[in-house]
């Protein structure tokens, strides 16, 4: 896991505040199906596949 920058700490936290629960939560969900097909790609250039998890 890679944490975000320290300089764009403030700025993800007002993009956050600004767009509302309903619509952080939807993330994780919006960006499942390209993390996992990025996953699965690298499990086929690799041999090894990774859990997909964000």
């Known amino acids: 896991m890679v944490p975000a920058p320290?300089?764009?700490l403030g700025r993800l936290s007002a993009a956050f505040l600004e767009a509302?629960?309903?619509?952080v939560a939807s993330l994780p969900v919006t960006l499942r199906?390209?993390?996992r097909?990025?996953?699965e790609h690298e499990a086929e250039r690799s041999g090894r596949m990774r859990s997909g998890r964000l």
Do not use: L, V
């Not at 509302?20 to 619509?23: D, K, N, S």
């Open 6 to 8: 320290q300089k764009d």
């Open 20 to 23: 509302g629960p309903t619509a």
């Open 33 to 35: 199906r390209p993390t």
């Open 37 to 39: 097909r990025h996953a």
